[in-house]
C-alpha cells in the first residue's frame, strides 16, 4: 500500500507480539488499562472500564498475524469475562463489544463474539433518546460522575459501527436508523463548521436543542482535544464503510480528517490537544495518533480520488512510521524495558492519569494499522 516504509514494520509487529504474548501469560488480575513505560506493568480494570475490548481485539490481531491459535483461544477466553457488560448502561460499549467482538466474529468468524455484539447492539439501540436523537451516555456511562444526564460526547460515537455492524449481520433496519441518527445528532453537537471537534455537549433534554459545547477533558473548554477529533475521524470513516449512501458521513469523514492533516506536527505525531501552547515540555499523544493514522487508512479505501487516497495513506505511514521509530520500545534494549510498548500516550492530563504511558488502545490502533501496511490484516476492520 503506497510508497515502501523506511521503518521495518514487520519487526514491530513481532516485538508487539511477543509483548501480547507475555503479558497474556503474565497473571493480570484484569484488563489491561494503562501501563508503565519503565516496567512494562499495567494497571487493570476488573470489568473492562470502556477499555477492555482493546485487549481482545489486540489478541484477535496477534492470532491473525501469527496463525497461533494461542491467541485465538486467549480472545474468546477475554472476551467471556465482558459477558457481564452487554447491558451496562453506558454508551461506551460500543468500544467494548465493537473491538472485542465485531473484531473476532469477522476475523476468525467467533459465534459467541458474533452473538455477543449483537446483542449489545440491541441492548443500546433501546436505549435511544427520540426526542434528543441521540443514544444517551448511560448511567454507569464512564464519564458520567463528570457530566450529566443531558449530556453527549463524540467518544459515544463509536456506539454507531457497532449497531451499522449489527444490522447487517441481522437484517434489522432500525438497529441502523438509530446508529445514523445517533451519528448525525452527534455531528449536531460536536463537529464545528470547520470540521474541528469538540468533545462534549449539554442539550435540553426537552427538545435536544444544543446548550453548550465543552472539551472536559483538554486544554481548555473550547480546545480541540487530540483524541476527540481522532474519534470523530474514526467513529464517521467507519459509519461511512457501512452505509456508502449516507453521503453525509463519508463528508464528516473527509472534512474531520483533513482537520486534523491541516493541523497536526510535521512528523506526523500529535500533541495532546491541539490548541495547547507548543513547548519543549508539551506532551505529545500517540494513542490519539495511532487512532487517527487507523482511520486514515480506512477511510483511504473509501474515497473515490486517486489524490485523496493517496494524501490519507501517505499521512497515515507517516505517523505509523514515527510512532514505531520514535515511540516503540525496541528488541534487545539494554535497559530493562520490554520491547513492543507504545510510550508516550497520554490519557488524562486533568487528573494527571497515565500521561506518559503505554495506552491499550495506541496498542490496538498501531498494531491495526500496522497489519494494514504490511498486508497481515486481510479484513477491512
Not at 465493537?98 to 463474539?113: N, Q
Request: hydrophobic share 40%; net charge negative; glycine share 8%.
Amino acid at each position: 500500500m503506497g510508497a515502501p516504509s523506511t521503518v521495518d514494520l514487520e519487526l514491530a509487529i513481532d516485538a508487539m507480539l511477543a509483548r501480547v504474548r507475555n503479558v497474556a501469560n503474565s497473571g493480570l488480575d484484569g484488563f489491561p488499562h494503562h501501563g508503565d513505560t519503565r516496567t512494562g506493568r499495567w494497571t487493570t480494570t476488573p470489568n473492562g472500564f470502556w477499555t477492555g475490548g482493546f485487549w481482545v481485539g489486540e489478541l484477535w490481531l496477534a492470532a491473525a498475524y501469527s496463525s497461533d491459535h494461542w491467541f485465538g483461544a486467549k480472545a474468546e477466553e477475554w472476551l467471556a469475562k465482558l459477558d457481564g457488560r452487554v447491558h451496562s448502561d453506558t454508551v461506551f460499549r460500543g468500544f467494548l463489544f465493537y473491538y472485542s467482538a465485531v473484531t473476532g466474529a469477522e476475523l476468525f468468524g467467533s459465534d459467541r463474539a458474533r452473538e455477543l455484539a449483537i446483542d449489545c447492539a440491541q441492548s443500546l439501540a433501546a436505549t435511544f433518546d427520540e426526542t434528543a436523537r441521540i443514544l444517551p451516555l448511560g448511567s454507569t456511562a464512564e464519564e458520567a460522575h463528570t457530566v450529566g444526564a443531558s449530556e453527549a460526547n463524540v467518544d459515544g460515537l463509536t456506539a454507531s459501527p457497532l449497531l451499522l455492524w449489527a444490522s447487517r449481520e441481522t437484517g434489522d433496519d432500525e438497529l441502523a436508523r438509530v446508529a445514523i441518527e445517533h451519528a448525525y445528532r452527534t455531528a449536531d453537537y460536536c463537529v464545528l463548521a470547520d470540521a474541528s471537534v469538540i468533545q462534549s455537549a449539554s442539550f435540553d433534554p426537552n427538545n435536544g436543542n444544543l446548550i453548550r459545547r465543552y472539551t472536559h477533558k483538554g486544554y481548555a473548554d473550547d480546545s480541540v482535544w487530540t483524541r476527540a477529533q481522532a474519534w470523530a475521524m474514526l467513529g464517521y470513516t467507519l459509519c461511512a464503510g457501512f452505509r456508502s449512501d449516507e453521503k453525509r458521513l463519508l463528508d464528516l469523514a473527509e472534512r474531520t480528517t483533513d482537520w486534523w492533516l491541516d493541523h497536526v506536527p510535521s512528523d506526523g505525531v500529535a500533541y495532546w490537544d491541539f490548541s495547547a501552547p507548543v513547548t519543549p515540555q508539551t506532551m505529545r499523544d500517540t494513542s490519539g495518533t495511532a487512532i487517527a493514522a487507523a482511520a486514515m487508512l480506512k477511510l483511504a479505501r473509501l474515497v473515490d480520488d486517486e489524490q485523496k487516497r493517496k494524501r490519507y495513506e501517505n499521512a497515515a505511514r507517516l505517523s505509523v512510521d514515527a510512532l514505531v521509530s520514535d515511540y516503540l520500545t525496541p528488541a534487545g534494549s539494554t535497559d530493562g524495558v520490554p520491547a513492543g510498548i507504545l510510550t508516550k500516550g497520554c490519557f488524562d492530563p486533568k487528573s494527571g492519569t497515565a500521561i506518559d504511558s503505554e495506552l491499550i488502545w495506541g496498542d490496538y490502533f498501531l498494531l491495526e494499522s500496522l497489519g494494514v501496511l504490511t498486508g497481515r490484516l486481510k479484513t477491512l476492520i
